[in-house]
């Protein structure tokens, strides 16, 4: 296997996934797989559900062509099988919380099973942790985790078929250097059936990839990880999925730490994910989506920076030129991370919200203005302004 059988596996995925797609809304649509119109939900019209179908398609066809014949890819795969079936009920009839939790439980485990596992890392200044038997049981939490946080950021046309494009294209680079070529592959086909799938999915959308397909991606992403960096002693074992993944881990933690904290159910739906509050301070869902797209493709592009820029001699040396590089390439991240959140959201949300607030009583002070926007933000409930 090599970078060529990669692209070709992309191409394959994505072809498939495109192809099927059409095919798979109607399915959905003959039995009742749905997405109506809801108060925390952006769409404004009934969409058809499913579309994981269409991806896992795409996954076993490029699968069987590009990928090793041998035990581990034959679970993953039978697991990806596994957690779609689970997501395509849920999206048909509304499973309950623990038995969603169970099929993905179910599907971690047999990929860890067949020693797609973390059973230790080398961590900077710590050095070698070995997990020993809790490496299974840590590994399957960790997949479960990916899959929810992607489940997540499914909220808005086209965002998590996106993200996880992006995402799984750098995971790919960043295996083949590691010479995971295996894993290499698998995030490329991963890339390719959310790219085609991605076609039909991004704002208007005809068609939702509902929990079968955020699942089946979560699936995917949480293994390449483990295949393509964790086993590794590279410093980008673990630094490289957390950038990678950021913007998703940050959502998804925000939110539950949220849900938390006003003592709701972590499980429970809302309207407190990033796509909802960018909705309600005016963005369209197209902005919203390429808001989001930039935001994880410059720590993609960070994560793959951390890889191939020769920083240190890799025994504790650094090169001061490189390191400096790597250092601006990061704070630059994080500026744009900054700017971003901060003068995108909250700043035009400033401005926005005291033009509504001065059409209803034109006396409303700055004072007042500031005063009333740090309380709606502090809180997270506000008014949704029309989008621009």
């Known amino acids: 296997m090599n970078e060529l059988d990669a692209l070709y596996a992309f191409l394959v995925a994505a072809v498939v996934a495109g192809l099927l797609t059409p095919l798979v809304a109607r399915l959905a649509a003959r039995?009742?797989?749905?997405?109506?119109?809801?108060?925390?939900?952006?769409s404004a019209r009934e969409t058809p559900l499913l579309g994981g179908l269409a991806i896992l398609a795409g996954v076993l066809a490029a699968g069987a062509l590009f990928l090793p014949g041998d035990d581990q890819t034959r679970a993953i795969l039978a697991a990806a099988a596994l957690i779609t079936a689970v997501g395509a009920l849920d999206d048909a009839v509304d499973l309950p919380p623990e038995v969603k939790l169970l099929g993905q439980v179910g599907g971690a485990v047999i990929v860890v099973l067949s020693d797609v596992k973390v059973t230790s890392i080398t961590l900077p200044f710590l050095g070698h942790i070995d997990f020993g038997d809790a490496g299974g049981v840590l590994t399957v939490i960790g997949l479960v985790g990916v899959m929810n946080i992607v489940n997540f950021s499914d909220g808005v046309d086209g965002l998590a078929a996106g993200v996880c494009t992006i995402s799984a294209a750098a995971f790919a680079i960043i295996a083949f250097d590691l010479q995971r070529d295996a894993?290499?592959?698998?995030?490329?086909?991963?890339?390719?059936?959310?790219?085609?799938?991605?076609?039909?999915?991004?704002?208007?959308?005809?068609?939702?990839?509902?929990?079968?397909?955020?699942?089946?991606?979560?699936?995917?992403?949480?293994?390449?990880?483990?295949?393509?960096?964790?086993?590794?002693?590279?410093?980008?074992?673990?630094?490289?999925?957390?950038?990678?993944?950021?913007?998703?881990?940050?959502?998804?933690?925000?939110?539950?730490?949220?849900?938390l904290k006003y003592r709701r159910r972590p499980w429970m739906a809302d309207a407190e994910h990033f796509h909802h509050r960018l909705s309600r301070i005016g963005f369209s869902q197209r902005r919203t989506v390429l808001y989001l797209y930039g935001?994880?493709?410059?720590?993609?592009?960070?994560?793959v920076a951390l890889r191939f820029i020769p920083y240190s001699d890799h025994h504790g040396h650094l090169h001061a030129g490189w390191?400096?590089?790597?250092?601006?390439?990061?704070?630059?991240?994080?500026?744009?991370?900054?700017?971003?959140?901060?003068?995108?959201?909250?700043?035009?949300?400033?401005?926005?919200?005291?033009?509504?607030?001065?059409?209803?009583?034109?006396?409303?002070?700055?004072?007042?203005?500031v005063a009333t926007v740090e309380r709606e933000l502090g809180t997270g409930e506000f008014e949704a302004v029309e989008p621009r």
């Open 31 to 42: 039995v009742g797989a749905v997405d109506r119109p809801r108060e925390r939900g952006l």
């Open 183 to 259: 894993a290499g592959v698998l995030a490329a086909l991963t890339a390719g059936a959310a790219f085609g799938f991605l076609f039909w999915n991004f704002h208007p959308a005809s068609v939702f990839m509902g929990d079968s397909g955020s699942n089946l991606l979560g699936l995917l992403l949480g293994c390449i990880a483990v295949q393509g960096t964790l086993k590794t002693n590279a410093l980008i074992a673990l630094v490289g999925p957390l950038v990678i993944l950021a913007v998703p881990f940050l959502d998804g933690g925000f939110v539950v730490a949220k849900r």
């Open 295 to 303: 935001w994880t493709f410059a720590l993609a592009g960070l994560a």
């Open 323 to 369: 390191t400096i590089v790597v250092v601006a390439l990061g704070l630059l991240a994080i500026a744009a991370s900054v700017y971003l959140v901060y003068v995108l959201e909250l700043l035009k949300f400033t401005r926005r919200r005291g033009e509504e607030l001065r059409a209803a009583d034109p006396a409303t002070s700055e004072h007042e203005v």
